[in-house]
């Protein structure tokens, strides 16, 4: 009977393991994790910014996690966080960006996980809009 119990868990580790690194986007799965045991908020400023972004990124709100970064998780680069930030401004007007500089979170279009560059998460948006307006980020994340 231990045996059993055994392999069973080293086959669910395993298991595990394979689909955090098979990813590569371990972020995505912590936050997924999280999710499921309840750990991600779900005040309504965090499920409709969740909202804005799914609809944004034509995905499914429970697709959407905090520790999401816009760049590298969502593929928003270049003239897209433009537009992005441009919707924010009409979804949430009340929300200041006025200390937003594109150019520090986002590359060029089509070139994704710029060096140097503070990655933008989707917590970032949350508390943009819960606080009505943009904190500046370090240079680097």
């Known amino acids: ?6 392999c069973a868990g080293i086959v669910l580790t395993l298991f ?4 955090v690194l098979g990813t590569c986007r371990w972020r995505r799965t912590l936050s997924r994790f999280r999710a499921a045991a309840g750990i991600e908020p779900t005040d309504e400023v ?3 910014v969740k909202r804005f972004v799914a609809e944004n990124r034509a995905e499914k709100p429970t697709n959407i996690f905090l520790a999401m970064t816009l760049e ?29 500089e594109l150019s520090r979170h986002f590359g060029p279009e089509g070139f994704l996980g710029g ?3 503070c990655q933008l998460r989707v917590s970032d948006l949350v508390e943009a809009v819960r606080h009505n307006r943009w904190r500046r980020m370090p240079n680097k994340a």
């Open 115 to 117: 060096q140097g560059r």
């Open 16 to 19: 595990i393991v394979v689909q």
């Open 72 to 100: 590298d998780d969502l593929g928003i680069t270049g003239d897209d966080a433009d537009d992005f930030f441009k919707d924010l401004a009409k979804q949430f007007p009340d929300v200041n960006l006025d200390g937003l």
């Open 46 to 48: 965090t499920l409709r």
């Open 1 to 6: 009977m231990i045996d059993w119990i055994w």
